[in-house]
């Protein structure tokens, strides 16, 4: 490492006794070392900035002194000074790979529905979240925020960045239910109304049987219990109670609707994305009620993605239209929905369903009873208030002194 910062001289001792020569450089205190011989030749090392001072020395001593080699850092840049343009393009190299770590070149979207892709990248990409941006204009929490309140059928929008790669993970909403902490003794209630159908208790005593109606605070597994009649214990309760639970769905679809239909007029934008910018190429941005796609081909040579990419975009125009729907269509739309509602429910089984379909003044309501089994636990903690230590102790110390 000394001989690769430093720059050193290696040099061979000729023309006169070396020991003459050694001795006036002692005196002089020059700073020679490594001073080794290989037969009648006597070799040595000095900084180069003494060298001067040492072939001084040299001269007193009518010695004569012969370079061997160079060692340090200077020296050997020195061998290639006529290869300057190598060591440019090498510095540039590094400048640009520094500038394009500076950017997001990879955006990974998880956990998102494909009834929302088209919408939610659109949205992504209008709050800054896409390819090409500086990676310090992506806030996670700011963007978690703007995401949550824009989008409320989440119940959770993560936005993170490492490196040049951000990533967005979506979340459903999903009911929430207390949680009791693992080692706190609690009970399992009824979290909604049921007739039990099946209640199994891993720790607890099982308060239910099958066919009971229970009503939501109704406790199904308790986790106090008599432990050999000797005391009681508390616990925290474990099993399964599952129950039948009626649900009602409904919705209604109106027979004059406001949709949007293609014109079928189609503006075509190309645009080059380098380093944050978007750089048009021809085609201007339309204006009115379009809906957009767009395709992303990035650049790259031998498995090597550049910060540049060409994006074409599709932009199809759309039109309102006022279009009365028949009974039908308005039964069939309602029942899609209501489907998509039972799907998203929480349950095990489908136990029977009833379908009643009505008329408004204004359209067609689809309503149905579905029975369910699933679930219906829920803890709840157990609270314990021992006795103050203090007002036992006190109560004994009066009785001895009584004594």
Request: proline share 4%.
């Amino acid at each position: 490492m000394r001989g690769l910062l430093k720059e050193i001289i290696c040099f061979e001792i000729t023309g006169g006794p070396s020991e003459r020569f050694l001795n006036i450089a002692n005196h002089r205190r020059l700073n020679i070392f490594n001073i080794s011989r290989q037969g009648d030749r006597t070799f040595a090392f000095t900084p180069a900035k003494e060298y001067p001072s040492v072939c001084a020395a040299a001269a007193k001593a009518d010695t004569e002194l012969a370079v061997v080699s160079r060692y340090g850092l200077i020296f050997r840049l020195r061998k290639y000074r006529a290869r300057w343009g190598f060591f440019a393009g090498f510095a540039i190299f590094c400048l640009l790979m520094w500038v394009m770590s500076l950017f997001v070149w990879s955006v990974d979207i998880e956990n998102l529905p494909e009834e929302y892709a088209v919408s939610v990248t659109d949205l992504l990409y209008e709050e800054g979240i896409r390819i090409g941006v500086l990676g310090t204009s992506i806030d996670g929490e700011m963007l978690e925020l703007s995401l949550e309140e824009k989008l409320p059928q989440f119940d959770m929008i993560k936005v993170s960045r490492m490196g040049c790669k951000a990533r967005v993970q979506f979340d459903a909403a999903v009911p929430v239910h207390h949680r009791v902490e693992e080692n706190s003794p609690c009970d399992l209630i009824a979290r909604e109304s049921g007739q039990i159908v099946s209640a199994t208790a891993s720790k607890g005593t099982i308060f239910v049987k099958e066919g009971d109606i229970v009503v939501p605070g109704d406790v199904l597994i308790s986790g106090v219990f008599d432990s050999l009649g000797e005391s009681i214990v508390m616990v925290h309760a474990e099993g399964n109670v599952t129950a039948l639970v009626e649900q009602t769905f409904s919705e209604t679809v109106r027979y004059g609707q406001t949709v949007t239909e293609p014109t079928g007029h189609i503006v075509n934008i190309n645009r080059i994305m380098a380093f944050g910018l978007e750089i048009p190429l021809f085609g201007s941005l339309p204006k009115g009620l379009y809906r957009r796609t767009y395709e992303e081909i990035p650049l790259s040579v031998w498995g090597f993605d550049f910060p540049i990419l060409l994006r074409r975009e599709e932009w199809k125009e759309l039109c309102y239209t006022e279009r009365e729907l028949s009974y039908e269509d308005c039964v069939r739309q309602a029942a899609d929905k209501v489907q998509k509602k039972i799907e998203q429910a929480d349950y095990s089984e489908i136990v029977s369903r009833n379908r009643v379909v009505s008329k408004t003044d204004s359209g067609v309501r689809v309503t149905e009873y579905v029975t369910f089994i699933r679930d219906i636990t829920e803890e709840r903690g157990l609270l314990v208030d021992p006795l103050p230590e203090k007002e036992e102790s006190s109560e004994e110390d009066g009785e001895e002194w009584e004594r």
